[in-house]
Structures are given as structure tokens and as C-alpha cells.
């Protein structure tokens, strides 16, 4: 299990907040973090699909991570 934010984001569903605002996302496997890690390194845009309902802690699980190079 890791967690991570977007920087900037501070609402999303009924998603819990880190300390500094911005909403903390849940990922449970080593394949996401490696892919979230790898796509914000490299600047690219980060979109994170959660279901308000499936949280750990008051933060929302990421179901699936899309990634995007800036346009």
C-alpha cells in the first residue's frame, strides 16, 4: 500500500486530505506506485478513477491511474 497526492488537487469525491490540502489517494499495488512514480518523474498529467464509497482510512483507493503527456 502507498499514498500520493496530485499537486493542486484538493476536492475529489468524498476523498480525505493530506496535511498540506490536497486530496491523498490509496494505491494497493507495487505495479501503480511504479507507474505513478515513473509518469509524475517525467511531468506527465496523472488521472486517478476512485469510487468515493472504497476508502482506507478516509482516503479514497485508486482504482485505476490514466497518464497523459502535457499538452
Do not use: I, Y
Not at 509524475?40 to 503527456?69: I, M, P, Q, W, Y
Amino acid at each position: 500500500m502507498f499514498w500520493f497526492t496530485l499537486k493542486g488537487l484538493t476536492a475529489a469525491e468524498n476523498c480525505g486530505k493530506f496535511s498540506n490540502g490536497e486530496v491523498l489517494f490509496v494505491g494497493r499495488d507495487l505495479q501503480m506506485m511504479a507507474f505513478v512514480m515513473s509518469a509524475l518523474g517525467k511531468g506527465h498529467n496523472v488521472t486517478v478513477g476512485v469510487d468515493g464509497l472504497e476508502t482506507a482510512n478516509g482516503f479514497c483507493v485508486a482504482r485505476h491511474v490514466t497518464v497523459s503527456k502535457p499538452v
